[in-house]
C-alpha cells in the first residue's frame, strides 16, 4: 500500500511534469534563462536575465522539454518590471501553461518550480531589488550556458500588497518564496499547490527569490498584443524640479517640499489637450504627492497609457485639479 508520502510525492511530479511541458530554456550569447510558455505563440521570461546579451544581439535560441531548438527573436519588454516577452516560431508543438491567480496564494502555502540551469555557478542577489542580478566572475559564456533541468519545492514566505520596483515599475503583489533557483534558471514559474503558473521567479537582493505576479506579466502581454509594442506613458511636458518656498507651503497646507514645473507643453500631446500651461507645478498624482522627477517618470510605466490621472497642481498661486488622459510614446 502506498504511503501518504508516496502519494504526496508522486502528486508533486506529476504537477511539476505537467508544467514542465510548458517551459522552455533561453540562450543568448552571452545569456541564459527559463521561459514559460505563457500565451498561444509568447514565451515570457526575465527581462534581467537577458541582459548580458550585445545590445546588438536581439536574438535568442528556445531549446524544448524534447530538445528541439528554434532560433527567436525578443518582441518587447517592460524592463521596469522585469517581464520579456519572445515568439514561439510559428508551428512549434508546445503547450500553454495553465494560469493562475496569484492573489489565492497565502503565507506557508507549499509552490514548486521547474525550469533549466547553466553552468555550476551560483547567482548573486543584486544590490537592490531591480539592479542587475550578475556579480563579478558570473558572466555567462558559450561554453558553460548549458540547458540542465531542474526544480525545487519551497514555501510562500512573504506576500504583501502592490508596489514599486527600484526602476518605478508597478508589481501586482509582492511576493517571495522560499525556493532555490538557480544561474540560467530566473523566469522559471512559480507553481501553486492546485498545478496553476501564477507568476515567474527571479532574483531579488541576497539571493532572494521574488516573483513577478501573473497579474504583472498578464497587463505587459495584453498591451503588446493589443498594440504591436509596449509603450510607455507619455504626457508631453517639459519639467523641472523645484524647491516650494515656505510661505507657499503654509498657505496651502501643503507637505510636498518640492514641485514638478511645466517648461514646456507640446502641442496635441495629452498634457495640452488638458489646457496645462508653462508654469504650472505639478504637486500629486491621484493624491501621491511628487517628491522627483524620477517619480513622475517612473509614474508613466506601460501601465498608466490611457489612464485618467488627475494631476493637482499650483497656477497662479491656487491650488486646481487638472484631469489628463495619459497618452503613450
Known amino acids: 500500500m502506498d504511503t501518504a508520502f508516496e502519494q504526496f510525492s508522486q502528486a508533486l511530479s506529476d ?5 514542465h511541458r510548458a517551459v522552455v530554456a533561453i540562450r543568448g550569447q552571452r545569456s541564459a534563462s527559463t521561459g514559460i510558455h505563457w ?46 516577452v519572445l515568439s514561439l516560431p510559428e508551428g512549434v508543438d508546445l503547450p500553454v501553461a495553465v494560469l493562475g491567480d496569484a492573489q ?22 543584486r544590490g537592490g531589488r531591480r539592479g542587475r542580478h550578475r556579480g563579478r566572475g558570473e558572466r555567462s559564456s558559450e561554453r558553460n550556458i548549458g540547458t540542465n533541468q531542474f526544480s525545487s519545492l519551497g514555501m510562500v514566505s512573504q506576500l504583501g500588497s ?9 508589481i501586482a503583489q509582492y511576493i517571495a518564496v522560499d525556493l532555490k533557483i538557480r544561474r540560467g534558471s530566473a523566469g522559471c514559474p512559480l507553481i501553486n499547490h ?32 493589443a498594440r504591436g509594442k509596449i509603450t510607455k506613458g507619455y504626457l508631453g511636458l517639459g519639467m523641472q524640479a523645484i524647491p516650494l518656498p515656505e510661505n507657499v507651503r503654509s498657505q496651502h497646507s501643503l507637505d510636498n517640499e518640492i514641485g514638478i514645473m ?55 498661486g491656487q491650488l486646481q485639479t487638472v484631469t489628463v488622459t495619459v497618452g503613450e510614446r
Open 15 to 19: 504537477i511539476i511534469m505537467q508544467t
Open 39 to 84: 500565451r498561444k505563440g509568447i514565451i515570457v521570461t526575465s527581462y534581467e536575465s537577458l541582459q548580458s546579451n550585445s545590445p546588438s544581439d536581439s536574438s535568442f535560441t528556445l531549446t524544448l522539454p524534447d530538445g528541439q531548438t528554434f532560433e527567436t527573436a525578443l518582441l518587447g519588454s517592460a524592463p521596469t518590471t522585469d517581464v520579456a
Open 162 to 170: 502592490a508596489w514599486r520596483s527600484q526602476s518605478g515599475g508597478e
Open 104 to 125: 489565492t496564494l497565502a503565507l506557508g502555502q507549499l509552490v514548486s518550480t521547474v525550469g533549466y540551469s547553466a553552468g555550476g555557478e551560483r547567482p548573486r542577489g
Open 194 to 225: 492546485g498545478g496553476q503558473v501564477v507568476g515567474f521567479n527571479t532574483f531579488g537582493a541576497r539571493r532572494t527569490v521574488l516573483t513577478i505576479p501573473a497579474a504583472t506579466v498578464n497587463a505587459v502581454v495584453d498591451q503588446l498584443q
Open 262 to 316: 511645466v517648461i514646456s507643453v507640446e502641442s496635441e500631446s495629452a498634457a495640452d489637450q488638458a489646457n496645462m500651461a508653462i508654469g504650472d507645478v505639478m504637486l500629486a498624482f491621484d493624491d501621491e504627492n511628487l517628491e522627483s522627477l524620477r517619480q513622475v517618470q517612473t509614474s508613466l510605466g506601460p501601465q498608466s497609457v490611457g489612464r485618467t490621472l488627475n494631476i493637482k497642481i499650483l497656477r497662479g
